[in-house]
T-cell receptor, first 113, second 112 residues
Framework: EAGVVQSPRYKIIEKKQPVAFWCNPI?????LYWYRQNLGQGPELLIR????????DSQLPKDRFSAERLKGVDSTLKIQPAELGDSAVYLC???????????FGEGSRLTVL | GESVGLHLPTLSVQEGDNSIINCAYS??????FIWYKQESGKGPQFIID?????DKRQGQRVTVLLNKTVKHLSLQIAATQPGDSAVYFC???????????FGTGTRLTVIP
């Protein structure tokens, strides 16, 4: 069974540019998460979806970040415009139901210059 | 910040020895604790979990202990192997919430 797939794996952009990350969760997993992981830190939740609905986006910086999960499967996370402090690894995870057992992708490493 | 934290940022052990990774939490309302392993360049991987009504849970070569009196969680790895080298995170789910909150992590290095 395929795991959570993310792309791109690496992205380098200049500040003020837009960037988008894509995630394909494990088939059948209704719950999808986006986390941000800064260097040397644990992942921090940005947004959680249950099917198409964003049920918790309280930690998403809405002035520049947006996310969508059309049709309740794939999801995209966008940053526009990017700032230097956005450099981090963006992790997507999925689970069958909301739980502590999440399946993570390998992440998308963003570097903002 | 979140209430889950770790005592030590790094831990080195000899191959074959047992490893103990500790975690302190301050939120008594958490009812579910989880350990994750993250290898370099990869996403975190679920290892084992424990509910707050339990004191101990065992898996394959791993044991998680929960001491609610002192709000302490530990992960014990038996006969540590080079493949166990990674960063280990404890995480919690607070009562009434469905979101996982991670601590900072401990880097385990296994010396051959």
């Amino acid at each position: 069974e395929a795991g959570v797939v993310q792309s791109p794996r690496y992205k380098i952009i200049e500040k003020k540019q837009p960037v988008a990350f894509w995630c394909n969760p494990i088939s059948g997993h209704n719950t999808l998460y986006w986390y941000r992981q800064n260097l040397g830190q644990g992942p921090e939740l940005l947004i959680r979806y249950e099917n198409e609905e964003a049920v918790d986006d309280s930690q998403l910086p809405k002035d520049r970040f947006s996310a969508e999960r059309l049709k309740g499967v794939d999801s995209t996370l966008k940053i526009q415009p990017a700032e230097l402090g956005d450099s981090a690894v963006y992790l997507c995870a999925s689970s069958l139901v909301p739980s502590g057992e999440l399946f993570f992708g390998e992440g998308s490493r963003l570097t903002v210059l | 910040g979140e209430s889950v934290g770790l005592h030590l940022p790094t831990l080195s052990v000899q191959e074959g020895d047992n490893s103990i990774i500790n975690c302190a939490y301050s939120n008594s309302a958490s009812d579910y604790f989880i350990w994750y392993k993250q290898e370099s360049g990869k996403g975190p991987q679920f290892i084992i979990d424990i509910r707050s009504n339990m004191d101990k849970r065992q898996g394959q070569r791993v044991t998680v202990l929960l001491n609610k009196t002192v709000k302490h969680l530990s992960l014990q790895i038996a006969a540590t192997q080079p493949g166990d080298s990674a960063v280990y995170f404890c995480a919690e789910i607070k009562t009434g919430a469905n979101n996982l909150f991670f601590g900072t992590g401990t880097r385990l290095t296994v010396i051959p």
